[in-house]
C-alpha cells in the first residue's frame, strides 16, 4: 500500500487564489520531502528539498514566495502555490525520505489546473 | 550540474518481445543513478537503482541495467516484456541519492 499520502490529487482553481497540497507520511517519519513539478511530456523538475523544522531550500528558479513549503512536522510537509496563475498549473509530486538508509517513497502526485 | 536525457518518449513492444529504453546522463562526478516506474494512475516505484560496485543491476521483475561509464549510458532491458509492463518509466540521476533529476520519461506500450 501507499506510504505518502498526497492530497488533493486533483485540484482546480480560479486564478488569482492560493491552493495547497499536503503530503504526509503514513507509517514513517519523515525527514526530508522532496517536492516536483512536472509539465506535460517534461521531466519532474525539482523545485524543492524540506527537512522538517527548518525552512526549505529551493532549487535555481523557483520562487519560494509563490511556492511556500512547510514541513512542520515529521508526516506532513504542504506546497502552497500563492495567487496561482494559468503558467502554473502543472503535475506536482512529493517525496519523503525517512533517515540516510531508508528508500525514497513518492506520493501519487497533485494535478493543478489554473483557470 | 547533472543531467538525463532519455532518447526515446515511447515505444511500442509486443508481448513476449525484448525492450531496451535508452538512458544517458551528464555530470562531471560520481553519481547514483536509478530507473522509476510509474503505472497509471499511481505513484512512482523504484525500479532498480546504482550506487556503486558491479555495474548491472537487476529488479525483481526481470528489468536490469547496466552502467556504462565510458559512454554516461544507464540502459534499461528486459528480454521479455509482459502486457502489465505497460507504464512511464524513467531515468535519474543524483549526487546525493536523494534529490533526484529525472529525465523527461519513456512510455513503454506493451501490446499483445
Known amino acids: 500500500g501507499a506510504v505518502v499520502s498526497q492530497h488533493p490529487s486533483r485540484v482546480i482553481c480560479k486564478s488569482g487564489t492560493s491552493v495547497k497540497i499536503e503530503c504526509r507520511s503514513l507509517d514513517f517519519q519523515a525527514t526530508t520531502m522532496f517536492w516536483y513539478r512536472q509539465f506535460p511530456k517534461q521531466s519532474l523538475m525539482l523545485m524543492a528539498t524540506s527537512n522538517e523544522g527548518s525552512k526549505a531550500t529551493y532549487e535555481q528558479g523557483v520562487e519560494k514566495d509563490k511556492f511556500l513549503i512547510n514541513h512542520a512536522s515529521l508526516t506532513l510537509s504542504t506546497l502552497t502555490v500563492t495567487s496561482a496563475h494559468p503558467e502554473d498549473s502543472s503535475f506536482y509530486i512529493c517525496s519523503a525520505l525517512g533517515g540516510a538508509n531508508s528508500p525514497l517513497h513518492f506520493g501519487n502526485g497533485t494535478r493543478l489546473t489554473v483557470t | 550540474a547533472q543531467s538525463v536525457t532519455q532518447l526515446d518518449s515511447q515505444v511500442p513492444v509486443f508481448e513476449e518481445a525484448p525492450v531496451e529504453l535508452r538512458c544517458n546522463y551528464s555530470s562531471s562526478v560520481s553519481v547514483y543513478l536509478f530507473w522509476y516506474v510509474q503505472y497509471p494512475n499511481q505513484g512512482l516505484q523504484l525500479l532498480l537503482k546504482?550506487?556503486?560496485?558491479?555495474?548491472l543491476v537487476k529488479s525483481i521483475n526481470g528489468f536490469e541495467a547496466e552502467f556504462n561509464k565510458s559512454q554516461t549510458s544507464f540502459h534499461l532491458r528486459k528480454p521479455s516484456v509482459h502486457i502489465s509492463d505497460t507504464a512511464e518509466y524513467f531515468c535519474?540521476?543524483?549526487?546525493?541519492?536523494?534529490?533526484?533529476?529525472f529525465g523527461k520519461g519513456t512510455s513503454l506500450l506493451v501490446t499483445p
Open positions: 546504482y550506487l556503486s560496485g558491479s555495474t
Open positions: 535519474a540521476v543524483s549526487l546525493s541519492g536523494y534529490a533526484l533529476n
